[in-house]
């Protein structure tokens, strides 16, 4: 954590942390709420776990934060994955057929879907690392070619998983309760410090800097970036995997066609909202995490308030855009000369300076 | 952007690329032609059959079912898919005309767009018959006749069942389909219409969620919070959001059912499944089995009795509840 937290002196006088903007962002939104829907609040105690708003914002979310957690690190090396909700579907549906048309049981059936994943991530990296597509290129054909993976895996129709076969495993995966929260918070909150962990107490985190950074410079210190790169492509289809589980396991039926769909851009844009730059290099798996959060925060909200569901993106749009225009440098030190202006020398200044 | 600047890669990448993104988008134009390479030589009549190429339970059983019906009247069906595309309709529908084929069905994606395709039909004298869908034309001689489910009569269906059940008394959330599809509009407004006359039922949380199960779930479990114990009625336009619903009033800790009232629309075997279990009251059948009905008029049209086909012919839609899902659900198809 100490890059995330690395204070510098600039011009403004104060670099805030990566993840800044986004808990503004996310802070602003609960403020909002805390006037006009105060029962979003509200937290009970129903069969002795815990019941409310924000409890389905850290449910719901846990998926975003999943696949935002794995998206980071790709973003982080300069590449991105535009394959993970069509991952997300060919998991499911995996899980789902195994479950229902063999006996090996639920834990085969897992294994094989997490399998199905990682193998989609290889695929990926392989492209991108020995055979040098693109990344927006090599998994734009995994995004578009998965979905027909997942539909063909699934016999082109909707899977549903009965319940003497889901329960008890998979129906804990995605509605049971662990110290009174739902599962999915546990599954996404252990992915998310053990990569922490991983990434900043080993030189992983470095590795990975480096390569996004710069490449070529980092091949002439010896770090090997092809297996850097098909690493987090690996570990990105994994997070996808688990997502995809959790998705299956949540309402008990694979659906090919809608799991999934579009998350890819909710995870770019948590990644993004984070504070970790598309042109790789520096990341911040906090802020991605906030970021994803900030996004549900805003679909329950919208869900909350009654918002139609095909007008919900339009405020999307607005938030995303508030916090890209308040991590903007430029914008910034505009408004500081504006303010500074307006107090010194009155405002003609302003409109000159702008 | 910084293989590019490696100009030995970026020639290789480049034709990696192009490939791979052609692979990918092939699929997508070979199908138009599928109806292609008829039987010449065959002596059964040949109908064309155009569907919009959705992957929904309901749509499958209704493409089983024009499939099954033709071969059982004995005729050599030719099946396209607009793959939800209403341009891909219209080529196959040309491709058809310039086979000759003997007649041809249509499920149309949308309302309009048909009437220059239809023209060239009627030139060549081949019949139409528009199914599940239905179609605007100037000119309604350039089809023969129309099958399909009536969805604003599911709407009124739907809303006297709920009349009679809570005498004219309750608190409903409507979980809306996809904006701007047809059977969205009929059912909203149909039910709105019946509960007009009854100042009693009263909708207090109206909200899209696309006709999809997860969404259903999600944007449930947001009006559970904002509306908490009010809410006695969840009036969902599909089975999917009805069992979405289910499972967050579940969640809840509530019983669907019996502490909140669930009907839905379309009659789908897991529909019938949960009404066994008790979790849902009522689902109006929205029946996509009308192949038969389908084949039974073109073999009227193709025996040249049209003056006797009705314009407009929709499928009868039953109501379903708790007191009869047990003896019918053996018998549901999808």
Same mark, same amino acid.
């Given at each position: ?89 060919i ?6 057929? =195994?479950?229902?048309?063999t ?50 895996? +699934? ?76 690493? =987090?492509?690996v ?23 809608n ?5 890819e851009?909710? +995870? ?21 995490v ?26 999307? +749009?607005?938030?995303?855009l ?27 200044? =302003?409109? +000159?300076?702008? | ?101 003997d ?15 239809l ?11 528009i ?80 006709y ?12 559970l919070k ?48 949960a ?5 849902l ?54």
């Amino acid at each position: 954590m100490t890059q995330d937290v690395n204070l510098k002196k600039n011009r403004l006088g104060w670099q805030p942390p990566p993840a800044f903007y986004a808990l503004l962002g996310l802070a602003a939104l609960l403020l909002v709420n805390w006037f006009c829907i105060p029962s979003f609040f509200e937290i009970q105690v129903r069969d002795g776990n815990f019941y409310g708003s924000l409890i389905d914002v850290f449910n719901r979310g846990a998926i975003g934060v999943l696949l935002a957690i794995g998206m980071t690190l790709v973003v982080a090396t300069g590449g991105v994955d535009l394959s993970v909700g069509s991952v997300v579907a060919i998991c499911g549906a995996v899980v789902a057929i =195994v479950l229902t048309t063999t006996q090996f049981g639920i834990v085969v059936a897992i294994a094989a879907g997490l399998l199905a994943a990682v193998g989609a991530g290889a695929v990926n990296g392989i492209l991108i690392t020995w055979l040098r597509i693109e990344p927006i290129i090599a998994t734009l054909v995994l995004m578009v070619s998965g979905r027909g993976i997942a539909k063909y895996i +699934a016999g082109e129709q909707t899977v549903a998983v009965p319940p003497e076969l889901a329960s008890p495993t998979l129906d804990f995966l995605g509605n049971g309760h662990f110290l009174g929260l739902p599962f999915p918070i546990t599954i996404a909150a252990v992915l998310f410090v053990v990569t922490l962990l991983v990434v900043r107490r080993t030189s992983v985190g470095l590795l990975v800097e480096s390569v996004g950074a710069n490449p070529s410079a980092s091949r002439a210190c010896g770090i090997n970036d092809t297996v850097v790169k098909l690493t =987090v492509y690996v570990f990105a289809g994994f997070c996808a995997g688990l997502a995809g589980i959790i998705d299956l396991a949540n309402i008990g039926i694979a659906d090919p066609t809608n799991a999934g769909a579009l998350s890819e851009l909710d +995870a770019i844009f948590a990644v993004l909202v984070g504070g970790t730059a598309l042109t790789g290099g520096r990341f911040s798996l906090t802020g991605a995490v906030i970021g994803a959060l900030l996004l549900q925060t805003l679909m329950t909200t919208l869900y909350t308030w009654g918002v139609p569901s095909d007008v919900a993106p339009v405020p999307k +749009a607005i938030v995303i855009l508030l916090v890209c225009l308040l991590q903007s440098p430029t914008l910034r030190s505009w408004l500081e000369r504006t303010l500074r202006g307006n107090r010194k020398m009155g405002s003609r200044q =302003v409109e +000159a300076s702008s | 952007m910084k293989n590019l600047l490696n100009t030995t890669f970026s020639r290789r990448a480049f034709v990696f690329s192009a490939l791979a993104l052609s692979a990918v988008l092939m699929p997508g134009c070979a199908n138009k032609d599928q109806a292609a390479g008829g039987d010449a030589g065959d002596k059964k009549p040949t109908i064309g059959f155009v569907q919009t190429g959705d992957l929904s339970d309901w749509r499958k059983a209704h493409t089983q079912s024009v499939k099954e019906a033709a071969e059982a009247a004995g005729y050599n069906l030719k099946f396209a898919d607009g793959q939800a595309k209403l341009e891909n309709q219209v080529k196959a529908v040309s491709s058809f005309i310039s086979q000759g084929v003997d007649a041809i069905i249509i499920a149309p994606l949308e309302v309009s767009g048909w009437d220059n395709v239809l023209e060239k039909a009627k030139k060549r004298n081949i019949p139409v018959l528009i199914l599940d869908r239905q179609v605007e034309v100037e000119d309604d001689s350039l089809y023969v006749t129309y099958i399909g489910a009536d969805t604003y009569n599911e709407g009124i269906l739907a809303a006297k069942w709920l009349v009679e059940k809570v005498d004219g008394k309750a608190k409903v959330v409507e979980l809306q389909g996809s904006q701007g599809a047809s059977p969205t509009i009929n059912r909203r407004d149909s039910f709105l219409e019946v509960i007009k006359d009854h100042p009693g039922i009263e909708i207090i949380a109206s909200q899209a969620a696309d006709y999809e199960l997860t969404k259903a779930k999600e944007v449930m479990e947001a009006i559970l919070k904002a509306k908490g114990d009010e809410i006695e009625v969840v009036y969902a336009h599909n089975d999917y959001m009805a069992l979405g619903a289910i499972q967050a009033i579940e969640e809840a800790g509530k019983k669907p059912g019996e502490d909140i009232i669930v009907l839905s629309i379309d009659g789908m075997k897991s529909a019938f499944e949960a009404m066994v279990a008790g979790k849902l009251n009522c689902t109006v059948e929205c029946n996509p089995l009308q192949g038969p009905k389908a084949m039974e008029a073109i073999g009227k049209i193709l025996a040249g009795e049209t003056d006797g086909i009705p314009k407009k012919q929709m499928v009868l839609d039953k109501v379903f509840d708790q007191s009869n899902a047990a003896e019918e659900i053996g018998s549901r198809k999808y």
